[in-house]
């Protein structure tokens, strides 16, 4: 059996390939990874990391966000009449994790010729010109001595 422990969002969790699991928010879409990997198990073969295991990415899709049950706050102070009700709902991530392997997701690579065009692009166009408004013609009380 092959797992791993990860850190996201101050918190730790233990995750296996093909488990869903709600983090705290991402703001993701798609595809995540996740670098702070702190152990990882396979059969008998077990890595400790010092804090994390270099290399190793455990990698996972975003199935959607979610919200926690509502907690309720309430203050109360006796004999000043003073009550105060509020609530919270914590948001959280739901990941499937999809593998734990040595392997880094690579951001997409960025063509040089399409940087360059689009900063030609944004360099050959010339200000606009606003038109001004024409002026407010004020009504003029000619009064008579």
Do not use: C, W
Not at 53 to 59: D, E, I, K, P, R
Not at 86 to 98: N, S
Not at 101 to 108: L, T, W
């Amino acid at each position: 059996m092959q797992y791993a422990i990860i850190a996201t969002g101050g918190k730790q969790y233990q995750v296996e390939v093909g488990k869903e699991l709600e983090v705290e928010l991402l703001h993701a879409e798609g595809k995540v990874s996740f670098d702070q990997v702190l152990l990882v198990v396979d059969g008998d073969n077990v890595t400790v990391g010092a804090p994390t295991v270099s290399g190793v990415v455990v990698a996972a899709t975003v199935v959607g966000q979610v919200k926690a049950d509502k907690i309720d706050i309430l203050r109360y102070k006796s004999k000043s009449r003073y009550r105060k009700h509020t609530g919270h709902r914590q948001k959280y991530t739901k990941v499937m994790i999809d593998s734990i392997g040595d392997m880094k997701i690579a951001p997409k690579p960025i063509k040089v010729a399409e940087v360059a065009k689009v900063a030609a692009e944004v360099v050959s166009e010339k200000p606009v010109k606003v038109a001004k408004k024409p002026a407010v013609k004020k009504a003029v009380k000619v009064v008579a001595k």
